[in-house]
């Protein structure tokens, strides 16, 4: 297909006011026109305007949080009775054994506030093992479908700078011991950012800056890849969520599954209670009627700080981008025109002034839009949550050192400590500061680590030296 002429691209961008993108136009060869001129076809100018021209309604989030209560949350390990908790899990063990689960793993994020010139999911987090948190995930999701005699089949969502290494890394580890041929890998889309004027941002004098769409992009992506009709093909009902820097995620939790099924819900969501009231997460709220999620980045700070009369924060419930959803909920929100809002993020965007130099702003000078894959709450029906111990199933690697949370070495002594306590549960002790790591391999949860401890009458009654069980 020949390239859009100049004449041609102005026309379309002259009435978004967007024509600056062309400035260089005679400086580029031609493949370089080629993409640039792609670009601006793909881009929806109409709807980035419109994004662009809607204000940010701080006013309204600050009235929404004012009305907001937290809604019910159930913790699995707090059922009102063992019977109601063994229930749950063989709902979902049943679902398990019989193939209805996916596992859905978004991994578009890079490493580069961890000092990591790659996909953030090639990271080692092992305490012991040093194994990556693809490693990690991919192991969970095998060990979940051996014991329970089935196939999970496993949809990894890239962005595109990590898409091609990501594909390569696990190519390379054949991954992971995983079928091949139960994995698909699917990118997100893009979208442009623009100035503080609505002016699109060159990143280089042909190509224009875009971003990932957040990972609400993961709805789209699933459908446009075919993903959706693969589960549909598989018999699959329910699909698991969990992000790659959260190698606590409890993959494909049969408890947890099962207390979804049996409350008719089409999204289930977990959260923790926030340990400070900026905390930068989702907070899960119940207002007019729907369960919803202000962003931490949307809510004022005079709402967040809120409390109870006995000191308790009155909007506590903190999401961990851990969801499980019933696959033809997804299939009809991605039928569903403007199933997802964008967000808008201000951020710091180096871009190509109009001499043609890289310009490095020092204050945020751009405006990002993201979708939030937590939008879909509202349109759940019975849509639920369901709090997790942060020291169970929440400890996400985000940050280098000197950073005071969610470092490397936080998460790798949460992983340790989490592994410790489990050895604790099932009668071994563990010496004071010893590394622990279990790998998924070897039991998935306690109560399989239990089984397996029980059934090895060889099993050592105390662990005194770092250990990797495997």
Same mark, same amino acid.
């Given at each position: 297909?020949?390239?859009?002429?100049?004449?041609?691209?102005?026309?379309?961008?002259?009435?978004?006011?967007?024509?600056?993108?062309?400035?260089?136009?005679?400086?580029?060869?031609?493949?370089?026109?080629?993409?640039?001129?792609?670009?601006?076809?793909?881009?929806?100018?109409?709807?980035?305007?419109?994004?662009?021209?809607?204000?940010?309604?701080?006013?309204?989030?600050?009235?929404?949080?004012?009305?907001?209560?937290?809604?019910?949350?159930?913790?699995?390990?707090?059922?009102?009775?063992?019977?109601?908790?063994?229930?749950?899990?063989?709902?979902?063990?049943?679902?398990?054994?019989?193939?209805?689960?996916?596992?859905?793993?978004?991994?578009?994020?890079?490493?580069?506030?961890?000092?990591?010139?790659?996909?953030?999911?090639?990271?080692?987090?092992?305490?012991?093992?040093?194994?990556?948190?693809?490693?990690?995930?991919?192991e969970k999701v095998m060990a979940r479908a051996q014991q329970f005699g089935s196939t999970i089949p496993l949809y990894i969502m890239t962005s595109p700078p990590t898409h091609e290494e990501t594909i390569e890394y696990l190519t390379q580890e054949n991954y992971f011991g995983f079928n091949p041929d139960d994995v698909m890998i699917l990118c997100q889309g893009v979208m442009p950012a623009v100035d503080g004027e609505g002016k699109l941002l060159l990143e280089e004098k042909g190509k224009i800056f875009v971003s990932p769409d957040g990972h609400g992009g993961a709805l789209l992506?699933?459908?446009?890849?075919?993903?959706?009709?693969?589960?549909?093909?598989?018999?699959?009902?329910?699909?698991?969520?969990?992000?790659?820097?959260?190698?606590?995620?409890?993959?494909?939790?049969?408890?947890?599954?099962?207390?979804?099924?049996?409350?008719?819900?089409?999204?289930?969501?977990?959260?923790?209670?926030?340990?400070?009231?900026?905390?930068?997460?989702?907070?899960?709220?119940?207002?007019?009627?729907?369960?919803?999620?202000?962003?931490?980045?949307?809510?004022?700070?005079?709402?967040?700080?809120?409390?109870?009369?006995?000191?308790?924060?009155?909007?506590?419930?903190?999401?961990?981008?851990?969801?499980?959803?019933?696959?033809?909920?997804?299939?009809?929100?991605?039928?569903?025109?403007?199933?997802?809002?964008?967000?808008?993020?201000?951020?710091?965007?180096?871009?190509?002034?109009?001499?043609?130099?890289?310009?490095?702003?020092?204050?945020?000078?751009?405006?990002?839009?993201?979708?939030?894959?937590?939008?879909?709450?509202?349109?759940?029906?019975?849509?639920?949550?369901?709090?997790?111990?942060? #020291?169970?199933?929440?400890? &996400?690697? *985000?940050?280098?050192?000197? %950073?005071?949370?969610?470092? @490397?070495?936080?998460?790798? +002594?949460?992983?340790?400590?989490?592994?410790?306590?489990?050895?604790?549960?099932?009668?071994?002790?563990?010496?004071?500061?010893?590394?622990?790591?279990?790998?998924?391999?070897? #039991?998935?949860?306690?109560? &399989?680590? *239990?089984?397996?401890?029980? %059934?090895?009458?060889?099993? @050592?009654?105390?662990?005194? +030296?770092?250990?990797?069980?495997?």
């Amino acid at each position: 297909m020949a390239t859009p002429s100049l004449e041609q691209l102005t026309a379309q961008l002259e009435p978004f006011k967007q024509t600056h993108v062309l400035q260089f136009w005679d400086q580029l060869d031609a493949s370089q026109q080629a993409q640039l001129a792609a670009q601006i076809e793909s881009f929806d100018l109409q709807q980035l305007n419109d994004l662009y021209q809607s204000k940010d309604t701080q006013s309204h989030w600050g009235e929404l949080a004012a009305k907001s209560t937290v809604p019910p949350a159930i913790t699995l390990a707090d059922f009102a009775d063992e019977a109601s908790f063994e229930a749950a899990y063989q709902s979902g063990a049943e679902l398990l054994s019989g193939g209805k689960v996916a596992m859905i793993i978004v991994a578009g994020g890079q490493g580069s506030r961890l000092g990591f010139d790659h996909p953030k999911g090639m990271y080692p987090i092992g305490p012991v093992s040093s194994n990556s948190l693809f490693q990690i995930f991919i192991e969970k999701v095998m060990a979940r479908a051996q014991q329970f005699g089935s196939t999970i089949p496993l949809y990894i969502m890239t962005s595109p700078p990590t898409h091609e290494e990501t594909i390569e890394y696990l190519t390379q580890e054949n991954y992971f011991g995983f079928n091949p041929d139960d994995v698909m890998i699917l990118c997100q889309g893009v979208m442009p950012a623009v100035d503080g004027e609505g002016k699109l941002l060159l990143e280089e004098k042909g190509k224009i800056f875009v971003s990932p769409d957040g990972h609400g992009g993961a709805l789209l992506a699933l459908e446009k890849s075919g993903a959706l009709a693969d589960m549909k093909q598989r018999g699959v009902e329910h699909a698991f969520y969990g992000q790659i820097d959260n190698p606590l995620v409890q993959v494909c939790d049969p408890a947890l599954l099962g207390y979804h099924a049996q409350s008719g819900s089409e999204m289930t969501s977990q959260v923790v209670r926030k340990n400070d009231p900026l905390q930068k997460v989702g907070n899960v709220v119940s207002a007019d009627g729907k369960v919803q999620v202000i962003e931490y980045s949307d809510l004022p700070e005079q709402n967040a700080r809120e409390t109870n009369e006995d000191g308790s924060l009155r909007l506590w419930a903190g999401s961990i981008a851990v969801h499980i959803f019933k696959t033809d909920f997804f299939d009809r929100m991605s039928q569903t025109a403007d199933s997802l809002p964008f967000h808008r993020a201000h951020k710091k965007v180096t871009f190509v002034g109009t001499d043609g130099q890289p310009v490095k702003p020092e204050q945020n000078n751009a405006v990002k839009f993201e979708k939030f894959i937590f939008d879909l709450l509202p349109s759940a029906q019975n849509a639920i949550i369901c709090e997790v111990d942060p #020291a169970d199933g929440f400890n &996400a690697v *985000k940050n280098a050192p000197p %950073a005071t949370a969610e470092t @490397p070495d936080h998460v790798k +002594a949460a992983i340790s400590d989490l592994h410790t306590r489990w050895l604790s549960e099932c009668g071994v002790e563990v010496a004071t500061d010893t590394q622990i790591e279990i790998s998924p391999l070897f #039991a998935p949860d306690s109560r &399989a680590l *239990k089984q397996k401890i029980d %059934a090895d009458s060889n099993f @050592p009654a105390k662990i005194t +030296a770092e250990t990797y069980l495997q």
